[in-house]
């Protein structure tokens, strides 16, 4: 699994579940599930036949699962892709984001990242500029372009395979741009940014062969890949963030409580800077702020 715990929906039931309640998976399917590694089996073989269910055509829908699209589900998930690009979806700070085989799954500690760039761009004022590097399905953007109205939304990934997903997730409601860090990001958004966030890479680079294989094998390695200390990307987009962010703006960065200071001292000199921790989804965020 790449999350504690499955993917759930954030409200009600998934579009296209069979009425009369959650699906009923086959004890077979469950053990092989747990067989295979999945902790949470039952929850998992549940998320699967209700998938299964949703992808058959209107003519073949029936209160149990075509087999044939449940086996290639299943089959999928026991080789060890993550539940969640198996399933094309992660439940994310409420939303449901789509994702897809070969991109970066959007983790819960993210949602502090996500849940402190809403706050100061509610702060901003009514049009605050908000802009995702290193984005990958853009989590973070999606949220602001939900929960602030008006935001000037965008989003900027090296993967085109990312940005795609990113597009399909903002929705209308935002831009997706493909490039290293902010190069495609429009340049007259150079110095009016009130929120420059991302969860940019942080895993040490020998540290990659020790991961879960559902990231190790299936999520790209420059989304996870760090460099030796794993801030070798922080350290660069702090860099530019004098030329971005708008006086009395902010830049906020995912890390790790290990990396913190690391990242802190990678903040731009005079920017008073701050790391935020949440507990409950063990997320690790430094915070600095542009002089007014």
């Known amino acids: 699994m790449t999350h504690d715990t499955p993917p759930a929906p954030p409200t009600g039931t998934p579009p296209g579940e069979p009425a009369g309640g959650d699906p009923v998976p086959p004890p077979a399917l469950v053990a092989r599930l747990r067989a295979a590694g999945c902790v949470f089996a039952e929850e998992e073989a549940e ?33 060890g892709e993550p539940l969640e690009t198996v399933l094309g979806w992660v439940a994310f700070a409420g939303l449901r984001l789509g994702v897809g085989p070969g991109v970066f799954v959007p983790r819960r500690r993210t949602e502090l990242l996500a849940r402190t760039a809403v706050r100061l761009a509610r702060a901003a004022g009514p049009s ?13 953007a999606a ?26 997730n903002l929705d209308g409601r935002g ?15 150079r110095g009016h ?18 991961m879960p294989p559902e990231a190790r094998d299936h999520e790209p390695h420059v989304a996870l890949d760090g460099g030796p200390d794993g801030v ?4 660069r987009l702090l860099a530019l963030a004098p030329r971005w962010v708008r006086p009395g703006g902010h830049v906020l960065v995912e890390t790790s409580v290990g990396q913190a200071p690391l990242t802190r001292a990678a903040c731009p000199p005079g920017w008073s800077v701050e790391v935020l921790h949440d507990d409950d989804v063990d997320g690790t965020v430094v915070v600095a702020r542009r002089p007014a």
């Open 143 to 168: 949220l602001v372009a939900h929960d602030v109205p008006g935001a000037d939304v965008h989003a900027a990934d090296l993967d085109p395979v990312a940005a795609a997903w990113a597009t399909r």
């Open 128 to 140: 605050p500029v908000v802009v995702e590097a290193c984005c990958g399905v853009a989590p973070v």
């Open 193 to 210: 940014v009130d929120v420059l966030v991302a969860n940019a890479p942080y895993v040490p680079h020998d540290a990659i062969a020790v």
């Open 47 to 79: 998320l699967l036949v209700t998938a299964a269910w949703e992808r058959s055509s209107d003519a073949d829908r029936r209160r149990t699962a075509r087999p044939d699209v449940l086996e290639d589900l299943v089959t999928r998930r026991v080789s």
């Open 232 to 235: 070798d990307v922080h350290r």
């Open 175 to 189: 831009h997706a741009w493909t490039g290293d860090l902010l190069d495609p990001v429009p340049d007259a958004l």
